[in-house]
């Protein structure tokens, strides 16, 4: 990190003060919060990866040859078990969170 000569007290003890709150910030959000941010959209935003990683997961499953996949657990088993239903309730969530969030503002 590049130091910087600074003249004038006011000036440095800003920069203290807001280095100061930077690293409180920080260490106040924690891993996730470094990684997702903080504010109103947070849960969306948890929500989204949990959708987008289990699509994932299901594509892969779905992309493998047939010879490794599981005899008992095949591509229909996964599709209307898992992925359409966990996937629908999150549509729901993020249509019911919207809708509320504007409703009560």
Do not use: C, H
């Not at 000036?11 to 470094?34: D, P, T």
């Not at 010879?67 to 078990?81: Q, V």
Request: proline share 3%.
């Amino acid at each position: 990190m590049n130091k910087l000569e600074i003249q004038d007290p006011k000036v440095a003890s800003k920069i203290i003060a807001a280095n100061a709150e930077s690293e409180k910030r920080k260490a106040e959000l924690g891993v996730l919060g470094r990684f997702f941010g903080s504010g109103e959209n947070v849960r969306l935003y948890i929500v989204g990866m949990i959708a987008l990683l289990i699509l994932l997961t299901a594509l892969a499953y779905t992309m493998i040859p047939d010879r490794y996949r599981s005899a008992e657990f095949g591509l229909k088993e996964l599709w209307t078990l898992v992925v359409l239903p966990v996937e629908s309730t999150i549509i729901g969530y993020l249509i019911g969170s919207r809708s509320a969030s504007s409703s009560n503002g």
